[in-house]
């Protein structure tokens, strides 16, 4: 059982930084994929970023590309995603997810049903 914990979510303004980091159970956490994902109200969960086990691979939604960076580090058990330049259209709650098989293809990072465990989500709020 994996679990995760996503922490620094807040209220901010537009053109602001925030930093999330999820930090995860288990002796084996390097060796699985993450990936950060949001939902805004009324709206499916979306991919926003993902990295692979080593950290050597990352991915980005378009709308995210150049504002966020999403890290890891696996002596620590983390996963962060670092956020600058954030818009209203950002706002939503920010879930974190392990997939405990390597991502062969890059499509299946942006798939929630290929992540097997999620955190409780924090809360990102942007005003404008």
């Known amino acids: 059982q994996v679990q995760l914990v996503e922490s620094g979510g807040g209220l901010v303004q537009a053109g602001e930084s925030l930093r999330l980091s999820c930090a995860a159970s288990g002796r084996t956490f390097s060796t699985y994929t993450m990936g950060w994902f949001r939902q805004a109200p009324a709206k499916e969960r979306e991919f926003v970023a993902g990295?692979?086990?080593?950290?050597?691979?990352?991915y980005y939604a378009d709308s995210v590309k150049g504002r966020f960076t999403i890290s890891r580090d696996n002596a620590k058990n983390t996963v962060d995603l670092q956020m600058n330049n954030l818009k209203p259209e950002d706002t939503a709650v920010y879930y974190c997810?392990?997939?405990?098989?390597?991502?062969?293809?890059?499509?299946?990072?942006?798939?929630?049903?290929?992540?097997?465990?999620w955190g409780q989500g924090t809360q990102v709020t942007v005003s404008s």
């Open positions: 990295i692979s086990w080593s950290g050597g691979n990352t």
């Open positions: 997810a392990a997939g405990t098989t390597i991502f062969r293809l890059t499509y299946y990072f942006y798939t929630p049903a290929n992540y097997d465990y």
